[in-house]
């Protein structure tokens, strides 16, 4: 039975746009992780780590290895912010 080539120009296309979409979606999740792996199933314990990395490097996901923790780090909580609201309201 004969194939009707004109058919191949829309089935291009559309395998192009499903792979143009795919690339995309996989290039924004790479560049909002920084190269790294998905996370998946983000518990507590996760998230505070998740605030603690981004206080001591200033993103999510970025990591240091140095057990002393820059000046920054004593003034960048948001504690120090809802004590004193918290002390505001009382």
Known sequence: MPV???????????SAMFVVTGTSIQYAQNKRN????????IDHWDRKMMERDKQLTGTKRGQVDDPIAPPEFKVNSAWKVYK???????
């Open 4 to 14: 009707p080539f004109e058919s191949f120009i829309p089935f291009a296309i559309m």
């Open 84 to 90: 004193s609201l918290r002390n505001d309201i009382i």
């Open 34 to 41: 920084e190269g790294k792996a998905i996370r998946y199933s």
